[in-house]
C-alpha cells in the first residue's frame, strides 16, 4: 500500500508506475492514458489555469461530460492547490440552475468547461434572470476548447493532508446545495480502510460507468483504484443509458476484476437484456460488484446474480456496501466473497428505538435487508435513538459515523454543520439502521431523500418545482420516492390535496408531472390525489405516512379511476404527417414502452425521463446523424413539432 498523505504526493508516486486508465468511448472506441502522460498533461492543463489566475485555496467547478477531460482537469487543480467542484452537465434546467446557485455559493470560482456548455448556460441565465452571476463567471471561465499546447508545465503546490482536496455539492435546484469538504486526510484514509478489507491491488481490472460527479464513480472508481495502481477503465454513463448491453460485455472483454452499480443500472441491464441469451460473455474474473448509491433491494441483486450465472459471474459477487460523500464514500463492507447476508424484517416494527422482529422471508410483511458489513478501519459507526443515546443491538435507530474519512463539516454553511453533528461529534447519516451479528443493516431514512437513478433529490426541491403548476400551491403537494410492495426500485410519487372528483383532477395530475418532468428530467410515477397532507404540529409535511398508506394499496380505487378516465381520453389513434412523422413516433413508441404516442402528445406529460429521452435522441441521431442535439427534444417536444424543426434542417 502507497505511502502517501496527499493526492498531489500520490499522483507524484504513480507517474513512474507503469499503469493506465482506458476510456472506453464506443463498442470499438478506446483510449488509454499511462499514469505518466496523465502527470504531465495535468500538469499542462495547470499551467493555462495559473496564467488565468487561479491561485492554492481557490475553487474550480468542473463542468465537464467528457470523462478523459475532467480526470485531466481534476487532476490540474490537484497538483496545483486548487480546490476542484465537480458539477454534472445534466440535460435539465435543474442542473443548469444548480451550477449558478453552487457558484454564488462558492463566491468566485473558476470554471473548466467547454464552449457549448457555457452557451447553454449563459441562455438559461439570461432567461432566468441571472445573467449577473453568468457574467462573474464567464471572465474565470478557461474553455477546453481552447486547449491547444500543453507542453509548458504549470507549478506544483505541495499542500497539507488537513489542506481541502475538494468539494463534493448535494443536489440543490431550488435550495441552497450542500459542499461536503473533503481533505486530502479524508480521501487517503477512506482508500486506505477500503483496501484493508476489499484487498484492492494493481493486479486489479475496474471498470466503471458511473459520473465522474457522483462520490462512488469519483472516490470510488477513479481514485481508490488510482491508489491502488489498478488498471481502471471508465464508460460514460451516457453510453450506459444508451447501450446497456455494452457494460458486461466490456467487463468480459477486459477481464474485469471489479464492477459498480446502484439499483437503476441492474434494473437498467435487465430490462434492456429481456430474453436475449448471455452466450459469450465470460465474468469468471469479477470477484466483485459494489452495490450502492441506492438503498439496497435484494431481489434485484438475486435476478441479476441468477440472470448472469450463464456467463460465470460467481454467486457471492455481488458486494452490498454502505457509504455517503460526507465518508468520504466508504463506511463499511463486508468480507470479499462471502455470501450476501439477508434479514426479512417487519415493516411494521421500524420505528426509531424499535426491537427489529424477523420474521419469514416469505411474510406478507416482509422487508428483505441486505448486510452491509462492519466498518471500514479509520471509521467507527454507532446506532442511537432520537436523543443521540446508543441504543443496544439489534434496536432500530439513526445511524451516526465518525473517523478520519469524515468531513469535517459543509462548505461554509453553519446552519447545515449544526444539524448534522451531535453534540459528541457524530456525523448524522439522516438513515436509519440496526447491527444484527455485528453487521450492519440499513432500514430506511430518517433524512428525506428520494433515490432515483443513483442520484438524491430533495422532496421540499421537487415540491417547490411542481408548486408552480397553475392551482396548485406549496403545502398542498408532496414529493415522495415510494417502492410498491415487491418492486425493486423506489419511483417518484406526488400526492396532491384534491378534494374533487378524478375527472377534475386528471389536467392538475398531467400539469404537475409533465413540469416537474420537464424541469428536472424525472420520471413521475404516479400523481396521488389526497384528502389530506398529514404534518406534524410544527407543520412539517409526514411524508412517511404518505408512503406508507401508497405502499398498503390505500390509493388504488382513485388510481385505476384515473387511469380509466386516461385511456378513456385518448380515443382512436391519430395519423401521422410525412415519412419523419412516422419515424418519430416508431422510436418514440419502442423507447415509452406501453404509452402511445400521438403526434400532439407532449412527450412530457407522457413521462418521458432524461433516460428516455437520451434513448429517444440515440435512434434519432442514427436516422438523421448530425441533425438534432439532445437539448432540442426540450424545445420541440411533440413528434408534429419536432418533425417540422427537423424538416427544416434537412431542408437547409
Given at each position: ?42 500538469l499542462g492543463i495547470l499551467h493555462h489555469l495559473q496564467r488565468l489566475g487561479a491561485r492554492p485555496g481557490e475553487k474550480l467547478i468542473l463542468f465537464l461530460g467528457h470523462n478523459e477531460q475532467f480526470v485531466d482537469a481534476f487532476w490540474a487543480a490537484i497538483l496545483g492547490g486548487i480546490i476542484p467542484v465537480p458539477v454534472a452537465i445534466g440535460i435539465s434546467d435543474e442542473h443548469r440552475q444548480k451550477l ?553
Amino acid at each position: 500500500m502507497l505511502n502517501v498523505t496527499t493526492l498531489t504526493e500520490l499522483i507524484e508516486a504513480n507517474r513512474t508506475f507503469a499503469r493506465a486508465i482506458t476510456y472506453l468511448e464506443g463498442e470499438r472506441d478506446t483510449h488509454t492514458v499511462g499514469f505518466a502522460e496523465l502527470y504531465e498533461r495535468a500538469l499542462g492543463i495547470l499551467h493555462h489555469l495559473q496564467r488565468l489566475g487561479a491561485r492554492p485555496g481557490e475553487k474550480l467547478i468542473l463542468f465537464l461530460g467528457h470523462n478523459e477531460q475532467f480526470v485531466d482537469a481534476f487532476w490540474a487543480a490537484i497538483l496545483g492547490g486548487i480546490i476542484p467542484v465537480p458539477v454534472a452537465i445534466g440535460i435539465s434546467d435543474e442542473h443548469r440552475q444548480k451550477l449558478l446557485r453552487v457558484a454564488r455559493r462558492l463566491g468566485n470560482p473558476y470554471l473548466y468547461t467547454e464552449r457549448r456548455s457555457l452557451e447553454r448556460i449563459a441562455a438559461f441565465a439570461e432567461q432566468t434572470g441571472q445573467a449577473e452571476t453568468l457574467q462573474r463567471l464567464r471572465e474565470r471561465t478557461f474553455l477546453v476548447d481552447d486547449l491547444d499546447d500543453i507542453s509548458r508545465a504549470g507549478k506544483v503546490h505541495r499542500g497539507r493532508p488537513e489542506d481541502i482536496a475538494f468539494i463534493q455539492f448535494s443536489s440543490g435546484s431550488t435550495s441552497e446545495p450542500k459542499g461536503v469538504v473533503l481533505t486530502h486526510a479524508n480521501i487517503i484514509a477512506n482508500a486506505r480502510g477500503a483496501t484493508e478489507i476489499a484487498g484492492f491491488n494493481e493486479h486489479d481490472v475496474s471498470l466503471s460507468w458511473m459520473p465522474l460527479t457522483h462520490d462512488m464513480g469519483l472516490i470510488g472508481f477513479h481514485l481508490i483504484m488510482f491508489f491502488n495502481r489498478v488498471h481502471a477503465h471508465l464508460m460514460p454513463t451516457e453510453l450506459f443509458v444508451r447501450r446497456p448491453l455494452l457494460w458486461p460485455q466490456f467487463a468480459s472483454r477486459i477481464r474485469a476484476s471489479i464492477l459498480c452499480s446502484p439499483n437503476f443500472g441492474y434494473r437498467h441491464y435487465l430490462k434492456v437484456l429481456g430474453e436475449r441469451s448471455v452466450e459469450g460473455l465470460d465474468l469468471s474474473s469479477v470477484r466483485l460488484i459494489f452495490n450502492g448509491a441506492e438503498p439496497i433491494s435484494v431481489e434485484l441483486c438475486e435476478q441479476f446474480l441468477a440472470r448472469l450465472a450463464p456467463a460465470g459471474l460467481a454467486p457471492n459477487a455481488m458486494y452490498p456496501v454502505y457509504g455517503l460523500a460526507e465518508a468520504s464514500l466508504a463506511v463499511s463492507f463486508p468480507p470479499p466473497g462471502a455470501p450476501m447476508r439477508i434479514l426479512a424484517l417487519d415493516r411494521h416494527r421500524l420505528g426509531v428505538g424499535e426491537a427489529a422482529q424477523l420474521i419469514e422471508q416469505d411474510a406478507r410483511d416482509a422487508v428483505r435487508v441486505a448486510s452491509e458489513g462492519k466498518p471500514i478501519p479509520y471509521c467507527e459507526v454507532r446506532i442511537a435513538d432520537d436523543d443521540d443515546r446508543p441504543t443496544p443491538e439489534g434496536r432500530i435507530g439513526h445511524l451516526h459515523i465518525r473517523g478520519e474519512n469524515v468531513t469535517r463539516g459543509y462548505y461554509e454553511n453553519p446552519e447545515a454543520n449544526a444539524e448534522a453533528f451531535t453534540a459528541d461529534g457524530w456525523l448524522r447519516t439522516g438513515d436509519l439502521a440496526l447491527v444484527h451479528g455485528g453487521d450492519l443493516y440499513v432500514t430506511g431514512r430518517a433524512k428525506e431523500i428520494i433515490f432515483v437513478n443513483g442520484q438524491n433529490y430533495y422532496p421540499h426541491d421537487l415540491e417547490s418545482i411542481a408548486q408552480h403548476t397553475e392551482g396548485l400551491e406549496l403545502g398542498k403537494v408532496a414529493a415522495a420516492g415510494v417502492r410498491r410492495p415487491g418492486s425493486p426500485i423506489e419511483e417518484l410519487v406526488l400526492f396532491v390535496l384534491h378534494r374533487g372528483g378524478m375527472r377534475e383532477f386528471l389536467p392538475l395530475a398531467r400539469a404537475a408531472a409533465a413540469l416537474l418532468n420537464e424541469q428536472t428530467g424525472l420520471e413521475v410515477a404516479e400523481v396521488v390525489p389526497v384528502k389530506r397532507i398529514p404534518k406534524t404540529t410544527s407543520g412539517k409535511i409526514q411524508r412517511h405516512l404518505l408512503e406508507r398508506s401508497f405502499a398498503d394499496g390505500e390509493f388504488d380505487a382513485e388510481l385505476a379511476e384515473l387511469a380509466a378516465l386516461r385511456a378513456a381520453d385518448r380515443g382512436p389513434r391519430s395519423a401521422t404527417r410525412g415519412v419523419i412523422e412516422e419515424k418519430l413516433r416508431t422510436i418514440c413508441d419502442a423507447a415509452l414502452g406501453g404509452k402511445r404516442v400521438d403526434p400532439t402528445d407532449n412527450l412530457f406529460e407522457l413521462g418521458a425521463s432524461s433516460l428516455k429521452l437520451i434513448e429517444i435522441h440515440e435512434q434519432i441521431d442514427r436516422e438523421y446523424p448530425g441533425k438534432i442535439d439532445l437539448t432540442e427534444l426540450f424545445d420541440f417536444p411533440t413528434i408534429a413539432e419536432l418533425a417540422r424543426h427537423l424538416e427544416s434542417k434537412l431542408a437547409a
